[in-house]
């Protein structure tokens, strides 16, 4: 079955690109001389931004039905909700 | 059925009307997906709590090396693209595309485990073990899990593969790819948040 709803493989490669060039990105940042906690909020946010690619494209959530959204931020939500709470007496003391 | 998850789904065979518009093994597939999400979250979450509260973090002390973690990483990357590109041959009925790609995920997912394999032993010959101190036992605890669910992928994309061998096999069973490659695509997105926190943040 052909169907225009599915990405082309040019598409899977681009994504391809982005991947292992966030990812090296990541590396060659983690040995840069700049604060700890900075770089440690920039890969996170560099591997949460790979996440999100593989989830839209390769998953295919970006046109797939919203439901299956939904079953998939539902435990993303309730998790970092949960790690939030178990880590908010440190917070707090910071 | 939604013309969406219709157009997204590769099955052969007649599509079957389900209440949400989405097959039941890819429904299915995502509510085990979820489940994963929480098994995964709970495990990095409790890494992260002794990481931050840990008065003195051990670390890997130079035991592990960021350029096999990054090649590593790399070659599951890989792996996600090609069985995307399996997916992407499905549906251009091209059986010989299928079998390709699925082939080569399955050897990069090989590779994969034969090099967390290597670093294991690398460390066991160094007397590291998840006894050692907290880094290692967190290390073994989340690695061995993801190589598990690698493995477990593994099977589940060769069973595929066998799928491809005669056409009334891949006509009833031919719309599992897309349910190996979530699967597949689900450990490739852990990797990505395991990578950073064990090889470059400790």
């Known amino acids: 079955m052909k169907s225009a709803a599915v990405p082309s493989p040019k598409l899977y490669l681009i994504i391809w690109f982005w991947l292992a060039g966030l990812m090296l990105l990541g590396v060659l940042l983690s040995e840069l001389p700049i604060s700890k906690s900075a770089i440690v909020t920039i890969i996170l946010l560099l591997s949460s931004i790979k996440a999100i690619l593989v989830s839209l494209y390769y998953m295919h959530l970006k046109a797939g039905h919203r439901l299956l959204a939904v079953v998939l931020l539902a435990p993303l939500l309730l998790s970092g909700l949960a790690v939030a709470l178990v880590l908010s007496s440190r917070l707090i003391r910071l | ?202």
């Open chain 2, 1 to 202: 059925m939604s013309s969406k998850s219709h157009a997204l789904s590769v099955s052969p065979g007649i599509p079957v009307a389900t209440a949400t518009g989405i097959p039941n093994g890819k429904l299915g597939m995502w509510v085990f997906l979820a489940s994963e999400v929480m098994f995964f979250t709970g495990l990095i979450g409790a890494y992260i709590v002794l990481r931050l509260s840990h008065p003195s973090w051990p670390g890997p002390e130079h035991h592990l090396s960021v350029g096999i973690g990054t090649f590593n990483t790399l070659v599951l990357i890989c792996s996600s693209t090609t069985i995307v590109l399996a997916l992407a041959a499905a549906e251009h009925r091209s059986m010989k595309g299928v079998r390709l790609w699925l082939i080569a995920t399955i050897l990069l997912g090989l590779l994969f485990l034969g090099i967390k394999g290597w670093e294991y032993s690398a460390k066991f010959s160094h007397h590291i073990f998840p006894s050692t101190n907290v880094f290692w036992s967190c290390y073994y605890a989340l690695t061995a899990f993801h190589a598990l669910h690698v493995l477990g992928g593994i099977g589940f994309n060769l069973w595929v593969l066998g799928q491809t061998t005669t056409p009334a096999l891949w006509v009833r069973h031919g719309h599992r790819l897309e349910l190996a490659g979530l699967y597949w695509h689900f450990v490739d997105i852990v990797w990505i948040f395991l990578f950073p926190l064990l090889y470059l943040f400790s």
